[in-house]
């Protein structure tokens, strides 16, 4: 038996043999718990020894009496090697355990179901799950690891398709990849994706809907008035929002905020206590450099000297401490989510009633290679899959540059409309009236017939909104319509509906005329001005008038006041 690590007075004597031998001891139970294990005086005390790293079954007592995380917390020192990681960390991550569960999601299950027969040697297209993929900033990695985490990526997204958002995934699993097999990577993400989904663990990994990372983000100033309340009461008097830096703290795991040495300590504790330990670490690092903050008297002066002092920081076991002195308990945190997630209100996309959701399977013409599928060039394919993937968003979409016609949420929900290879890149604006002005041969100069597929936003003088999803770019050289089945129309008032084609339907998907454009044949019908249009009802998209419900026939003319192109090519 394996004495514990510190020596526990009587009372907390009871409640660590309570927590040690239950699987659903409740927050405050371990709240206490851990007040103990932070405190100064037994924090200093714990230290690692070369025999665990060299024991796994040590380790897994270890990990099984709880005194794992708090080593975890003091950080795997130099003198055992980083590769020490590579035994460690599959121990914290419970890999046993998710080995021996009922149904083990294993890359020798997973790989075949997605990829078919050949797994590529890396995925051109990579889902960002709403989050960020800069391996550039994982020194460690090598081209190999790189190309593995393309295919981890687009497997985890191909097998949780329920699941299109999930920020954190891209960097935990580039961090894993640093000491980590891939197949043991594939298996420790796609738990915590699946459990944080479900909310199976006390300790959270994953954000896996906008709703939760929101009302988590505005949770941290919560923390700050609780913690450090002269910078909460500085940052209000400066008018700064937490979505101004604790939105990349959390959602990237201190990556590029912090310098790499000490962001891998960050993420040895965060690997055996979830999400808790990244909000402690804020706090932690807004305490150690707090009195350069208090004297910014400008929100960009204070913005600007927090990334500056953020990436300077080198003291890993100095924010440590200050992280664990904070006391952000796990029940203060979960009462805060709770709080917060009333004010956010933010249905999946996949809530919709769409018109129709799987992708046409018949185009007009060939696709060219950009506007191919995921899976297109994968030979001996599973039929199954194609079906499985019309549902996928594989990314959360980020406007960078904005649109005065569609928000970010209603941007969501054409997302997820788009066929699945056409989710993983944000859009990018091609053409605007209000900027590009109302010509027709402007918005031709500006989208380049090779750049495709794109979106058409339209809104009127009658404040309609409304659009369509080409999927080939605009070129007046062709000769009357063109196009593919993947193109649609849609409206997004009253309510966000989308009409498809369907085999057997009409064929007039877009055309590119030198007085017009048009798509769907009238579904939208603009005139080389920009600003006398009309939308008829048409039988290749079987869609209604776009303007409304209450249109009578004949009433189909309106004014355009802004159009706007964008293109989803990952094109450059």
């Known amino acids: 038996m394996i004495r514990p690590l510190t020596e526990p007075n009587v009372e907390t004597l009871g409640m660590w043999e309570f927590i040690t031998t239950t699987d659903h001891a409740d927050d405050a139970l371990m709240d206490e718990y851990e007040k103990h294990l932070c405190d100064p005086s037994v924090y200093l005390k714990v230290n690692w020894k070369q025999q665990y790293v060299d024991n796994q079954a040590q380790l897994i007592e270890l990990r099984k009496r709880h005194e794992l995380g708090v080593l975890m917390r003091r950080g795997i020192p130099d003198w055992l090697g980083n590769q020490s990681r590579a035994r460690i960390w599959p121990i914290v991550a419970n890999l046993d355990d998710i080995n ?33 993929y800069r391996p550039d900033q994982y020194p460690m990695l090598t081209k190999v690891d790189v190309d593995s985490a393309t295919r981890l ?38 738990d915590r994706l699946r459990r944080s989904s479900t909310n199976k663990d006390r300790a959270r990994f994953l954000f896996t809907t906008p709703r939760d990372a929101d009302a988590s983000i505005a949770s941290f100033m919560d923390v700050l008035h609780h913690c ?3 910078i909460h009461t500085h940052l209000q008097l400066l008018q700064i929002g937490a979505s101004d830096f604790v939105d990349l703290w ?21 690997l055996g206590e979830g999400m808790t330990i990244l909000y402690m670490v804020g706090v932690g690092l807004l305490h150690a450099i707090r009195e350069p903050l208090l004297r910014c008297q400008h929100p960009d002066q204070f913005l600007n000297c927090l990334r500056s002092m953020a990436r300077k920081f080198d003291n890993a076991e100095l924010l440590m401490q200050n992280a664990y002195s904070c006391r952000a308990t796990r029940s203060l945190l979960q009462r805060l989510r709770v709080k917060h997630s009333r004010a956010f209100d933010h249905p999946p996309a996949s ?39 019309s549902n996928i968003n594989f990314s959360r979409p980020k406007i960078l540059q904005p649109s005065s016609i569609i928000s970010q949420e209603q941007m969501e929900i054409i997302w997820s409309w788009l066929p699945e290879h056409n989710r993983m890149t944000n859009p990018k604006k091609l053409f605007s009236t209000q900027d590009d002005g109302c010509s027709l041969t402007n918005l031709y100069a500006r989208c380049d017939p090779d750049v495709e597929p794109t979106l058409l936003f339209i809104k009127t003088e009658g404040g309609h909104s409304f659009g369509a999803f080409v999927s080939y770019g605009w070129d007046s050289s062709e000769s009357g319509f063109y196009g593919s089945g993947e193109s ?28 017009h454009i048009a798509v769907g044949g009238s ?48 094109e450059d």
């Open 100 to 132: 021996r569960s009922p149904a083990p999601q294993t890359l020798n299950e997973i790989y075949p179901r997605v990829f078919g027969p050949h797994v590529p040697r890396r995925c051109a297209r990579i889902p960002t799950f709403g989050g960020y």
């Open 488 to 515: 649609f129309v849609f409206r997004m008032n009253p309510k966000p509906t989308v009409y498809r084609w369907s085999p057997g339907q009409g064929e007039l998907f877009q055309c590119a005329g030198k007085d």
């Open 228 to 230: 450090l309340p002269a």
């Open 153 to 190: 990526l687009v497997a985890l997204a191909l097998e949780n398709t329920d699941i299109p958002f999930a920020p954190q995934l891209p960097d935990f699993v580039l961090r894993l990849l640093c000491f980590l097999p891939e197949a043991q990577v594939l298996e420790i993400a796609s």
């Open 351 to 389: 809530s919709h009633t769409h018109v129709q959701t799987s992708p046409p399977s018949t185009p007009a013409r060939s696709v060219s290679s950009s506007s191919t599928s995921l899976r297109s060039s994968k030979p001996n394919s599973t039929s199954s899959l194609s079906t499985t993937c």
């Open 250 to 270: 959390l959602k990237r795991l201190f990556v590029g905020v912090l310098r790499d040495d000490v962001a891998l300590r960050v993420f040895d504790a965060y």
């Open 523 to 570: 579904a939208i019908w603009l005139d080389d001005e920009l600003w006398s249009g009309r939308s008829e009802p048409g039988n290749t998209f079987n869609n209604q008038c776009l303007l409304g419900d209450d249109r009578k026939i004949g009433q189909y003319a309106f004014q355009c006041v802004t159009l706007e192109v964008y293109t989803v090519s990952d």
